[in-house]
């Protein structure tokens, strides 16, 4: 495709912003680089790259979550007070 711009001006008092115009039932798909390209091209840095250790973070955080939301849930299907004292410690730190 080749280059789209060329001594595009630069500086104080001028910005640019990228846009989108759609119509009704139109949709588009971004890639910022996160995803890799069908199409990939030669020498891409992409501006938005996958964050590993956060992902890995939100997965740990998501799992705890879920086993606590099976505590309650089993707690209440068995009526047993036995771990209440359990959640209520638990949700100190949540």
Do not use: W
Not at 13 to 20: D, E, R
Not at 26 to 32: D, G, L, S, T, Y
Request: aromatic share 12%; with cysteine.
């Amino acid at each position: 495709m080749g280059i789209a711009f060329d001594n595009v001006p630069c500086g104080r008092g001028l910005a640019y912003f990228p846009a989108i115009s759609l119509s009704q039932n139109e949709r588009v798909k971004i890639n910022f680089g996160s995803t890799p390209f069908r199409h990939p091209t030669l020498n891409y840095l992409p501006i938005d790259e996958k964050p590993q250790l956060l992902i890995k973070q939100a997965d740990f955080l998501l799992n705890i979550f879920e086993q606590v939301i099976y505590l309650a849930r089993y707690q209440k299907s068995n009526g047993s007070n036995k771990n209440t004292n359990s959640l209520k410690a638990i949700n100190r730190y949540i």
